[in-house]
């Protein structure tokens, strides 16, 4: 799997800090979002704590229209979402598995849609819920 997923949501449905605590919370993750995120302008590295541990990843917001063309099969999908998330981690387990929580919180509690540009695929909540879970295994 890639290391950058993109996250499709309404500007107006990106949640503050504390409504992402919850959501994440509420799918029974123990990753803490740290006081650092603030939405639309976080444009790098933000900390995130799994399980007592650091998981912080690399977070951008960007307007859709400054996005490249989109795939035919995710901007079918788009509808009114006109904001991308760019979510990045590098090769250790935790980052990946907090990006997967955030991305997996987004889907499934803020109607967003998770895309995948280097397989161009689009992520249904229980799958990423999936991966989250097998990248948990392997810590």
Do not use: C
Not at 37 to 43: D, G, I, T
Not at 99 to 104: F, G, T
Not at 106 to 125: G, I, K, N, Q
């Amino acid at each position: 799997m890639a290391r950058t997923l993109t996250v499709y949501l309404k500007r107006d449905g990106v949640p503050a800090r504390a409504a992402l605590q919850q959501a994440i919370t509420a799918l029974g993750f123990k990753l803490t979002v740290e006081s650092d995120y603030v939405p639309f302008k976080n444009l790098s590295y933000l900390p995130f704590t799994l399980d007592g541990e650091d998981a912080g990843f690399t977070i951008r917001f960007d307007e859709v229209s400054n996005a490249p063309a989109l795939p035919p099969n995710l901007n079918s999908q788009l509808g009114e979402r006109d904001l991308a998330i760019n979510l990045r981690w590098g090769g250790d387990a935790r980052e990946r598995a907090s990006a997967l929580i955030v991305a997996s919180v987004l889907a499934s509690s803020f109607a967003a849609v998770v895309h995948a540009a280097d397989e161009d695929a689009v992520y249904p909540t229980a799958e990423l819920i999936h991966m989250v879970r097998g990248t948990l295994e392997t810590l």
